[in-house]
């Protein structure tokens, strides 16, 4: 185990063991909760770049480690032993991008249907089965002033909020149904 050590803190193999500790400290902290694995606001192929660089230190700390130990390297070879555990860690680390990127899909894409449950309010003079528009808020806070419809003949005028409940594909408008509140207006 003593010889393990040695050759983890000797050149080249000291550079990329410093970079280890740091990771696997981090990933520690993420274990635990006290840190957020997404602190890298970056993709490499598609995988997080706390995942990327994780992999990227870990496979050239292993290079430099073999190379340490099987190469007994000088201060010059040293050098290129750490070089070339870095592109050997490169190499690993981007083969392994393919795979590793069906492990974290991409958000769906905004959709009209997101709408649909939400309230809006309504911003045009009266909403009828073939006129009117609302003003709806989606989820990310963003707002968009839609066409919708109404089925019956309810009061729905500037200003009132209306439930959406469904979406017409074919016509591009939302159905819309007054919220009451506790009472029905008469």
Known sequence: MGEFFAAALTFPAVVPSVLLVVVVAYWLLVAFGA????WVELD????PATVGLSLLV???WFGSLAGTVLLAPSTGVGFAVLGGSLLVGLVLTRLLMAP??????DDPPA??????????VI???RVTQAFGQAEVTAADGSSAVVQVRQAGNDTLTAGVTALIFDYDVDGEFFWVAPIWSGHHPS
């Open 44 to 47: 490499i192929g598609g995988v």
């Open 100 to 105: 590793l990127k069906r492990l974290f899909p």
């Open 111 to 120: 959709s009209r249907l997101d709408f649909v449950g939400r309230p809006c």
């Open 35 to 38: 840190a957020d694995a997404d």
């Open 123 to 125: 911003r045009t003079g």
């Open 58 to 60: 870990a496979f050239s």
